[in-house]
């Protein structure tokens, strides 16, 4: 019985978190806006889990914690490309307004963030041939790689409220992320993972009982950006081409 329950949680965690995403994907595509999901998240998400298979190669962890890296991984690619074609007109992209250093991540096509991305893997692969044998920069990359994924709530945080709203945030995707990383929390201290899992999990966490704090406090309706005409969006787009 507990051999069963125990694989029956492994494969919860390998598939589960991936499948959050699943209907906020099919939220943009029905609506063809992806306004209120910060892309942010899957940057974060992709780069963290890349980080964690590297992670795996120094220190062997939990064989269905890998399997959700990769399935996280073909998740977010798909979800950024469905983000990136159906972003909001009013968006950096759109009007060339980008304030990040280098416009990073509001790249306007989806093969700048694969060409990002590819350099990404090569520079962490080289390190990794380097100082791969290296306990210290081991476990360095674990913290690396579960401090990245636990700051993953962090600019949805932000962008709701900016907005002071969660339009276009579903409930299910937030229902998951508190279900799943109060689950993931429990299953790390039982399994006995590294204690970068754990102390990473807690503090992500405490950020998704914030973002449960934000919806009771704001609501979902939709902000004024998303309230504005047709013609209010062609004219914001007319007047900064000029």
């Given at each position: 019985m507990t051999t069963w329950v125990s694989t029956l949680a492994s494969v919860g965690m390998a598939v589960g978190p991936p499948l959050v995403y699943a209907d906020q994907a099919y939220s943009i595509v029905r609506k063809q806006d992806a306004t209120g999901f910060s892309r942010d998240v899957c940057a974060i998400l992709l780069l963290a889990n890349i980080t964690r298979c590297f992670f795996w190669l120094g220190n062997r962890f939990e064989t269905a914690l890998l399997v959700q890296s990769f399935l996280m991984i073909i998740a977010q690619l798909?979800?950024?490309?469905?983000?990136?074609?159906?972003?909001?007109?009013?968006?950096?992209?759109?009007?060339?307004?980008?304030?990040?250093?280098?416009?990073?991540?509001?790249?306007?096509?989806?093969?700048?963030?694969?060409?990002?991305?590819?350099?990404?893997?090569?520079?962490?692969?080289?390190?990794?041939?380097?100082?791969?044998?290296s306990e210290v920069f081991v476990s360095i990359l674990g913290f690396v790689a579960l401090g990245l994924e636990s700051t993953l709530p962090i600019p949805q945080l932000i962008s709701n409220y900016k907005q002071r709203s969660l339009y276009g945030f579903r409930m299910s995707t937030l229902i998951g992320w508190f279900g799943g990383d109060s689950f993931k929390t429990v299953y790390f201290f039982l399994q006995g993972s590294p204690l970068q899992f754990k102390v990473c999990a807690i503090f992500q966490l405490s950020i998704d009982c914030a973002i449960v704090l934000q919806r009771i406090w704001y609501g979902n309706a939709p902000p004024a950006t998303a309230l504005m005409e047709d013609e209010d969006i062609e004219q914001a787009l007319a007047l900064d081409e000029e």
């Open positions: 798909a979800l950024l490309y469905i983000c990136i074609r159906f972003r909001p007109r009013l968006s950096p992209e759109s009007l060339g307004a980008s304030t990040r250093p280098f416009s990073f991540w509001q790249w306007p096509t989806y093969t700048q963030h694969l060409e990002f991305l590819a350099a990404f893997i090569l520079c962490e692969s080289i390190l990794f041939l380097i100082l791969g044998r």
